[in-house]
């Protein structure tokens, strides 16, 4: 029963109808879900780097208005209650800014990992066929827990492969372009799905 379910969940969690689950620029329809997982390897030139895996929500507000709720936790597992450990969350919300060719979208958001982080994010979408496309931009943190001032910034670069008109796979590698402190890059894969 245990494994059914398993298998089950894997295969509903992503979607077609487009949501922040990565930096696609589409954003969902008015009343419509998306709900996805993606694993994530974060590193540093010279670091063996840790995983982290995030689960994701989005909700169309309207037709070019998007929330989005995300959970971070580690790979590893608390040892007696058998749970993923929560190492942080956020919310944000998308705005639709250009839907031609490409999408463009920009987001606007808050997350706790560590302290409080602001977060914006610049989102391309290039289709390249009706069920795969490429996506880019940029995106910047500003964290507030720290004593300096300074940002960090990522440009990512990601395709997303749809089927089934309501399962998306998407890889995306996310490239630390500045950071006063350390080069942070990211690598992710992940499914979703649309309600």
Request: contains cysteine; aromatic residues 14%.
């Amino acid at each position: 029963m245990k494994k059914t379910l398993v298998v089950f969940l894997a295969l509903i969690i992503g979607s077609e109808c487009h949501s922040q689950l990565y930096r696609t620029a589409h954003t969902l329809d008015a009343r419509a879900f998306s709900a996805g997982i993606n694993p994530t390897l974060i590193f540093s030139p010279g670091s063996m780097g840790f995983g982290v895996t995030n689960f994701h929500v989005n909700a169309g507000l309207s037709a070019d208005l998007e929330l989005g709720l995300k959970l971070m936790t580690e790979m590893g597992w608390m040892p007696r209650l058998r749970l993923p450990i929560v190492r942080g969350f956020g919310a944000d919300l998308r705005w639709n800014i250009y839907d031609g060719f490409p999408v463009i979208s920009v987001s606007a958001g808050v997350h706790k990992l560590g302290g409080f982080i602001m977060d914006g994010k610049l989102n391309v979408t290039v289709p390249l066929t009706g069920s795969i496309g490429f996506f880019t931009g940029l995106e910047v943190w500003r964290p507030f827990y720290m004593e300096d001032d300074y940002s960090i910034f990522w440009l990512p670069v990601g395709m997303e492969v749809v089927f089934l008109k309501r399962v998306s796979l998407l890889l995306e590698v996310d490239f630390g372009i500045f950071n006063k402190y350390e080069t942070i890059h990211k690598v992710s894969t992940g499914i979703r799905y649309c309600f």
